[in-house]
Nanobody, 121 residues
Framework: QVQLVESGGGLVQAGGSLRLSCAAS????????MAWFRQAPGKEREFVAA????????YYADSVKGRFTISRDNAKNTVYLQMNSLKPEDTAVYYC??????????????WGQGTQVTVSS
């Protein structure tokens, strides 16, 4: 099985920054994507960003383009989400996920437990 553990969530003021980390362990895929999703209270879970583990190609939701950056450290089996210029609407539980295949969109098979991000005004 694949295990994903998120960390780095917390409370930050609007306009501030936060960096989330997701450490992966267990099953290894030759071609896979890791992604960040988020879910605010009373809302559906939404896609935030994804990265190809081998190639490094990145994908972002329009709502976070220019503010968030997804990156990876292959040696540490860790994916990061650098969040800048945070807004109150970014408040949500952020989840790390992984899927195998040639495309970043579609069903994700493994999920972390999530980490809370709260942006105050």
């Amino acid at each position: 099985q694949v295990q994903l553990v998120e960390s780095g969530g917390g409370l930050v003021q609007a306009g501030g920054s936060l960096r989330l980390s997701c450490a992966a362990s267990g099953r290894t895929f030759s071609n896979y994507f890791m992604a960040w999703f988020r879910q605010a209270p009373g809302k559906e879970r939404e896609f935030v960003a994804a990265i190809s583990w081998s190639g490094g190609s990145t994908y972002y939701a329009d709502s976070v383009k220019g503010r968030f950056t997804i990156s990876r450290d292959n040696a540490k089996n860790t994916v990061y989400l650098q969040m800048n210029s945070l807004k109150p609407e970014d408040t949500a539980v952020y989840y790390c996920a992984v899927r195998s295949g040639d495309y970043p969109k579609g069903p994700y098979d493994y999920w972390g437990q999530g980490t809370q991000v709260t942006v105050s005004s």
